[in-house]
């Protein structure tokens, strides 16, 4: 029995971009749905939702930031937001907010692609390890002190309080809290989150990180297990 396609969102003003990407996704097997602005995206996307979202940042009527912060008030669906700015502040924020990865115009389709693929196949595992009986304790659990996650359910508690996590950002803490007091480069971080075979930039780690950080700050004022060691990485605290 064949599986059934995928289907992708494709939000962006510029029209030439939308039929070229289409014409891309579509060729790879993936089902298509595309839409010229945000407000337009998110009353579709909210009464039939897709499997993976690409956002333009900048668009008329209501721009890919706002459609991200409305999308996540009940989604938790992977979104990779495309750029033409130079400016950093908008990625940033983006990925703060909840974006999974951006991508900067002009960018190549081959890649585009693989992400899309990487951030699929998280997503699958993470369903198939929710739909896994409950009812045996999971023995791949991660305990660190006050920290507990359970890669095979996508979950992490702190102080007995869930923490909800994309997808990448679960696959960061799992990366440094494994070894506590043990020194992660950005790119050895790269590999956990996003594969040999992706290249990201040190800022997308770094904003990560933050909005990790962010998360845990919000349950509790004093986390501070996460330390940066400037110019070299990132470590969990050894308790």
């Known amino acids: 029995m064949q599986a059934m396609a995928q289907t992708i969102a494709l939000v962006d003003d510029d029209r030439n971009i939308l039929a070229s990407v289409q014409m891309t996704l579509e060729a790879e097997g993936f089902n298509v749905r595309t839409y010229t602005d945000g407000a337009e995206a998110l009353k579709a996307l909210t009464a039939q939702p897709v499997d993976l979202a690409i956002l333009d940042i900048k668009m008329p009527r209501m721009d890919g930031m706002e459609l991200l912060e409305r999308l996540r008030r009940s989604s938790d669906l992977p979104v990779i937001f495309l750029t033409s700015k130079d400016d950093e502040v908008d990625e940033i924020m983006g990925l703060r907010m909840g974006a999974d990865d951006y991508i900067k115009k ?134």
């Open 106 to 239: 002009p960018f190549s389709q081959r890649l585009l692609i693989e992400r899309i693929r990487t951030l699929l196949r998280r997503e699958s595992l993470v369903r198939e390890a929710e739909a896994s009986p409950q009812g045996q304790g999971n023995p791949e659990s991660i305990v660190r002190g006050d920290l507990v996650m359970d890669p095979l359910r996508h979950a992490c508690t702190w102080k007995g309080q869930p923490v909800q996590l994309t997808v990448t950002e679960f696959l960061l803490l799992k990366a440094l809290a494994q070894r506590p007091g043990h020194v992660k480069s950005r790119d050895q971080l790269m590999d956990a989150a996003y594969g040999e075979h992706i290249y990201v930039d040190d800022r997308t780690i770094d904003s990560h990180v933050k909005r990790l950080r962010k998360k845990f700050k919000a349950s509790d004022g004093e986390f501070q297990m996460i330390e940066t060691l400037y110019g070299v990485g990132y470590r969990y605290r050894e308790n």
